[in-house]
Each structure stands twice: as structure tokens, then as C-alpha cells.
């Protein structure tokens, strides 16, 4: 749950602020700006749903391509959409061809911005991985109450955020704030741009050089650093982004804490009253959706990461014929346990046992599966959890192979034993490499 909180936190609120302020500016500066965004919306909204289909049916290559594709389109777009504001849209309200061309550009820009973050969210209710337990399930409703609490939360985000925007009575200001945002955005598509330019793995480069240039870092020296910042301080970019977006309706409460304007009567009083509170309330919400949302690439982010440490393994002895063996007694109370055999390559496989409950029958297997490798199993409550993909494991699945489940391992049980060879312990090193 607090995966996807995180995840959709992070790809929505990296868009929502500029698509935010590119529509509002849309519709104070051109009569149709309304209809010129919410068609580049539409659009962007049907590409992002083909797109979502093929990013989960075809390989990781394609998608990246077409991410860069974007990327390049979206610094374009962004750069033409900054010097119509600089040049053309410096009244407010005016129905001008640069206001119109402006227009145009934003509504290109936002179709982009949308087209790279959207297919993603919309895809991840189809790849919850709920250890095989399929849609109807706990472990999927969870996951998607997560998604869903994020996008709700963006919802609220864009629409007090526009409300508040469209109230803002400093239009040369409102230019300013977007202009660095797009500029802030720009760096960002900027480092994305590079990453498969300096890759170094071989399969990215014969994949990608027939569309894209790959360099060495020798070539560019300042390629590489700089790209590796941007990928990982994508928070960064964010928190400047929504920090200078939220300026706007900081100065909206500020401005309305007390009444400006004439009355001539208790009612129109009472208008700029209600005016106020409207303006202050809309900019509270957005504060604190703005809070939440850093809460969630914060703290919720540093509780999900948290690093799970693996219970310590425990004794067992080896047979001269080569079986390892394990009491029933030390192993039937239900919880997961967990043993390690270093080999002579001091490689340590990991394997562990789990009693099935309601039944005499125990799931044996490695510690470490086909999708998330050799990062192991841990005990919460009664679950047992991936620790890489925090998937719930069906204790009745142990010991079967499909999906996160551990990797099967050949056990028997004999006279009160758990009866491993030793040898298939060995065969298994390479899952530990």
C-alpha cells in the first residue's frame, strides 16, 4: 500500500502543478484556451491508455525509446511555450495571435506532460503483485486503496490549486512562477535525456543506437554526473515545483485575510466576506495536500524503504551420507525459519521451513525466488513477506513453484526429520552468486 501512496505521489506531482498553471493562464489569456487544453487533454488521455496496454505487452526497450521520444518533444514544446510568454503574453485577458499561438504550445506541452506520467499510473492496478492471489483479494485491495488514496489526493491538489490560480490578480507574477517551473521540469527532462546516452550496459547500447546516440563517459565527463543527480534527487525537483506553485495561493490567503474593496450595502459586506473565505479556504487545501504529499515522498517513502533484517539462521546437523537434517520439533510452531550452509566457494545459500497451517505439511524452499532473487523472506505477525516486492506470500504455496513464492526445494520427512540433501542445497549457490 505505502509502495504505490509513494509511487503515484511521485509521478502525478511532478506533472499536476504545470498542468495546473498552463490551463488557468490558458483560460485568462484566450477565449477558447478552455477547449484548446481540454483537447490536448483528451487526446494525451486516450494516447496514455494505448500506451499504458503496450507498456505492459511489449519489452522495457520500446517504452524507453518512446520515453525519450517525449522528453525531446516536452524541452521543445516547453522552450517555444516560454518565449510566446516572454514575447506575446505580457497583458492579461488579451485575444491576440500570440495569445491564441501560446495557447496551442501549452496545450501541446500539456498533452505531453501528461502522455509520460499517465500510462504508468494508470497501469500499476494491473500489475499489483499479490503473490498469485489475483484481483479478488485482500492483498490486491490494498494495494489499490494505496493508488487510489494518491490520485484522490492530486484530484483535490489540481483542483483547488486551479480555483486558486484563476483568482490570482497578478498575472505578470503567474508568468514568472511558470516560466522557472517549466525551466526547473526542463533540467529535469534534461538528465532523463542523457541516461541512455552514457549507459554502459551492452544490451541498452545495441538496442538504443539505432535511435539514439550512446556515448562513453570519457566522451562527456559532465554527462554522467550530472544525469545520475537528476535521477536521484527526483524529490528535488518536485518540492521546487510544488514550492513555487504554492506561492500562489500563499499570497491568495494572505490577500484575503482582510476585505479590500468598496460596499454599499450589508449585502455586497457579505459577498466580500464569503469571497474571502472562499479564497482562504481554497488555499488552505492546497497547502495541505501540498504537506500530505511531502509526507508521503518523505516519511511514508522512508517507512516503505526501511531495510528488513532477516532473522538470524539456526542449527541443524549433517548426516556422513550427506542429508541435512532438521528436528519436526524445532520447526511446527508455525513461524517461518530460516537455515545457511556456506559452500566451498564461501557462497551462503539460504533456505527456510514454515509449518502450513491446519495441516502436518511444512513449505521448503529457497530463500530467495525467480522474480525478486536472493533478497529473502521475513515474518510480520503471521505473513510472510517478500522483502524486496513487500508481496504477502500464501503460506499454502511454500514449497510450490509460480509467482514471488520461494524457489522449491526437495525435503522429505523421516523419524521426527526434515530431510534435505545436501547436495541440492549445493546445486542452488548460483541463486546466492
Same mark, same amino acid.
Given at each position: 500500500?505505502?509502495?504505490?501512496?509513494?509511487?503515484?505521489?511521485?509521478?502525478?506531482?511532478?506533472?499536476?502543478?504545470?498542468?495546473?498553471?498552463?490551463?488557468?493562464?490558458?483560460?485568462?489569456?484566450?477565449? *477558447?484556451?478552455?477547449?484548446?487544453?481540454?483537447?490536448?487533454?483528451?487526446?494525451?488521455?486516450?494516447?496514455?491508455?494505448?500506451?499504458?496496454?503496450?507498456?505492459?505487452?511489449?519489452?522495457?526497450?520500446?517504452?524507453?525509446?518512446?520515453?525519450?521520444?517525449?522528453?525531446?518533444?516536452?524541452?521543445?514544446?516547453?522552450?517555444?511555450?516560454?518565449?510566446?510568454?516572454?514575447?506575446?503574453? +505580457?497583458?492579461?485577458?488579451?485575444?491576440?495571435?500570440?495569445?491564441?499561438?501560446?495557447?496551442?504550445?501549452?496545450?501541446?506541452?500539456?498533452?505531453?506532460?501528461?502522455?509520460?506520467?499517465?500510462?504508468?499510473?494508470?497501469?500499476?492496478?494491473?500489475?499489483?503483485?499479490?503473490?498469485?492471489?489475483?484481483?479478488?483479494?485482500?492483498?490486491?485491495?490494498?494495494?489499490?486503496?494505496?493508488?487510489?488514496?494518491?490520485?484522490?489526493?492530486?484530484?483535490?491538489?489540481?483542483?483547488?490549486?486551479?480555483?486558486?490560480?484563476?483568482?490570482?490578480?497578478?498575472?505578470?507574477?503567474?508568468?514568472?512562477?511558470?516560466?522557472?517551473?517549466?525551466?526547473?521540469?526542463?533540467?529535469?527532462?534534461?538528465?532523463?535525456?542523457?541516461?541512455?546516452?552514457?549507459?554502459?550496459?551492452?544490451?541498452?547500447?545495441?538496442?538504443?543506437?539505432?535511435?539514439?546516440?550512446?556515448?562513453?563517459?570519457?566522451?562527456?565527463?559532465?554527462?554522467?554526473?550530472?544525469?545520475?543527480?537528476?535521477?536521484?534527487?527526483?524529490?528535488?525537483?518536485?518540492?521546487?515545483?510544488?514550492?513555487?506553485?504554492?506561492?500562489?495561493?500563499?499570497?491568495?490567503?494572505?490577500?484575503?485575510?482582510?476585505?479590500?474593496?468598496?460596499?454599499?450595502?450589508?449585502?455586497?459586506?457579505?459577498?466580500?466576506?464569503?469571497?474571502?473565505?472562499?479564497?482562504?479556504?481554497?488555499?488552505?487545501?492546497?497547502?495541505?495536500?501540498?504537506?500530505?504529499?511531502?509526507?508521503?515522498?518523505?516519511?511514508?517513502?522512508?517507512?516503505?524503504? *526501511?531495510?528488513?533484517?532477516?532473522?538470524?539462521?539456526?542449527?541443524?546437523?549433517?548426516?556422513?551420507?550427506?542429508?541435512?537434517?532438521?528436528?519436526?520439533?524445532?520447526?511446527?510452531?508455525?513461524?517461518?525459519?530460516?537455515?545457511?550452509?556456506?559452500?566451498?566457494?564461501?557462497?551462503?545459500?539460504?533456505?527456510?521451513?514454515?509449518?502450513?497451517?491446519?495441516?502436518?505439511?511444512?513449505?521448503?524452499?529457497?530463500?530467495?525466488?525467480?522474480?525478486?532473487?536472493?533478497?529473502?523472506?521475513?515474518? +510480520?505477525?503471521?505473513?510472510?513477506?517478500?522483502?524486496?516486492?513487500?508481496?504477502?506470500?500464501?503460506?499454502?504455496?511454500?514449497?510450490?513453484?509460480?509467482?514471488?513464492?520461494?524457489?522449491?526445494?526437495?525435503?522429505?520427512?523421516?523419524?521426527?526429520?526434515?530431510?534435505?540433501?545436501?547436495?541440492?542445497?549445493?546445486?542452488?549457490?548460483?541463486?546466492?552468486?
Amino acid at each position: 500500500m505505502l509502495k504505490y501512496i509513494v509511487t503515484v505521489t511521485e509521478d502525478a506531482m511532478i506533472a499536476a502543478p504545470l498542468l495546473v498553471l498552463i490551463y488557468a493562464l490558458s483560460v485568462l489569456t484566450c477565449k *477558447k484556451g478552455r477547449v484548446i487544453q481540454w483537447t490536448g487533454l483528451l487526446v494525451s488521455i486516450l494516447a496514455s491508455i494505448a500506451m499504458a496496454i503496450v507498456k505492459n505487452t511489449t519489452n522495457k526497450i520500446l517504452t524507453t525509446q518512446w520515453n525519450q521520444v517525449i522528453f525531446y518533444l516536452t524541452i521543445l514544446s516547453s522552450a517555444l511555450y516560454i518565449i510566446l510568454m516572454l514575447l506575446f503574453l +505580457r497583458k492579461p485577458m488579451t485575444e491576440t495571435k500570440g495569445a491564441y499561438l501560446g495557447t496551442v504550445i501549452g496545450a501541446i506541452l500539456s498533452a505531453l506532460l501528461l502522455f509520460y506520467e499517465l500510462p504508468d499510473i494508470l497501469a500499476y492496478p494491473f500489475k499489483f503483485d499479490t503473490g498469485g492471489e489475483g484481483i479478488i483479494s485482500v492483498a490486491w485491495l490494498v494495494r489499490f486503496l494505496g493508488w487510489a488514496f494518491a490520485l484522490i489526493l492530486v484530484a483535490v491538489y489540481i483542483r483547488f490549486l486551479y480555483r486558486s490560480t484563476l483568482s490570482f490578480q497578478h498575472p505578470a507574477l503567474l508568468r514568472l512562477i511558470l516560466i522557472v517551473t517549466l525551466l526547473i521540469n526542463d533540467v529535469r527532462c534534461f538528465g532523463q535525456v542523457l541516461r541512455p546516452w552514457i549507459t554502459n550496459a551492452k544490451w541498452f547500447r545495441q538496442q538504443t543506437h539505432r535511435m539514439f546516440p550512446v556515448y562513453s563517459k570519457k566522451e562527456f565527463p559532465w554527462a554522467f554526473p550530472f544525469a545520475s543527480f537528476v535521477h536521484n534527487n527526483t524529490q528535488m525537483f518536485i518540492f521546487l515545483i510544488a514550492g513555487l506553485a504554492l506561492l500562489i495561493p500563499v499570497i491568495l490567503f494572505i490577500e484575503n485575510i482582510r476585505i479590500h474593496g468598496k460596499w454599499n450595502n450589508p449585502a455586497q459586506l457579505r459577498r466580500l466576506k464569503a469571497d474571502n473565505r472562499h479564497h482562504r479556504r481554497w488555499a488552505c487545501i492546497v497547502a495541505v495536500c501540498t504537506i500530505i504529499a511531502a509526507i508521503n515522498l518523505t516519511v511514508l517513502r522512508a517507512i516503505d524503504n *526501511k531495510v528488513v533484517e532477516l532473522s538470524p539462521p539456526e542449527e541443524y546437523t549433517i548426516s556422513e551420507d550427506g542429508i541435512i537434517r532438521i528436528a519436526v520439533d524445532e520447526v511446527n510452531d508455525g513461524h517461518l525459519h530460516r537455515f545457511e550452509y556456506v559452500t566451498e566457494n564461501n557462497i551462503a545459500v539460504r533456505w527456510i521451513i514454515v509449518k502450513k497451517p491446519g495441516t502436518a505439511a511444512f513449505g521448503v524452499g529457497l530463500d530467495a525466488c525467480d522474480v525478486c532473487g536472493n533478497a529473502g523472506y521475513y515474518e +510480520r505477525g503471521e505473513q510472510i513477506i517478500c522483502k524486496r516486492c513487500d508481496v504477502v506470500m500464501n503460506i499454502n504455496t511454500i514449497g510450490f513453484k509460480g509467482g514471488c513464492n520461494p524457489i522449491p526445494l526437495e525435503s522429505t520427512i523421516e523419524n521426527g526429520y526434515v530431510l534435505i540433501p545436501l547436495d541440492r542445497i549445493i546445486a542452488a549457490e548460483k541463486e546466492f552468486k
